[in-house]
């Protein structure tokens, strides 16, 4: 009972804390990594692509889960498609005009224009690999508290009364 909590004592034991601060170093680091920054660099792909003039046709507050469709004329054909994860368009609604890029030759690759420099997916990119180093920071700072802690601890149990 010593190692991890006391009964009363409130806080996370120190094994708990690191522990807690990996997990969360792991999971921000991932989001960052493997798809808040694929998602920015999608978005970025598109700055170059055709422009056309769009309706939404779905829109609300699931927009950022992918959520909006969009309908454009893009090589001689009407398209409907989904705007990506992370789009910005929340408070958008149907019926409302915007200016989409698309990728050549495969129109259901879309993007407002306002987010094709990354949108939400490259502020939470940051967000999330900045949580990353702090928690990397807090478990780094753990470990090194606690093996002061129980080298501290060894000397006293070492020397006789």
Do not use: I
Request: proline fraction near 4%.
């Amino acid at each position: 009972m010593d190692v991890e909590t006391k009964a009363g004592d409130g806080g996370l034991g120190p094994r708990l804390a690191v522990g807690f601060a990996l997990v969360l170093t792991l999971v921000l680091g991932g989001l960052s990594g493997l798809v808040m920054y694929p998602a920015a660099q999608h978005l970025r792909s598109l700055q170059d692509g055709p422009e056309a003039d769009a309706t939404l046709v779905a829109a609300g507050s699931g927009c950022f889960l992918g959520g909006c469709k969009v309908r454009f004329e893009a090589e001689g054909r009407t398209v409907v498609a989904n705007l990506p994860v992370g789009s910005g368009h929340g408070d958008n609604l149907a019926g409302d005009r915007l200016t989409v890029r698309y990728r050549e030759g495969d129109p259901q690759v879309v993007a407002s224009q306002a987010d094709v420099g990354g949108g939400g997916a490259a502020v939470f990119t940051v967000v999330f690999g900045a949580g990353a180093v702090l928690f990397l920071l807090a478990l780094v700072w753990s470990t090194v508290s606690l093996w002061r802690q129980r080298r501290a601890e060894a000397g006293q149990a070492a020397v006789p009364v």
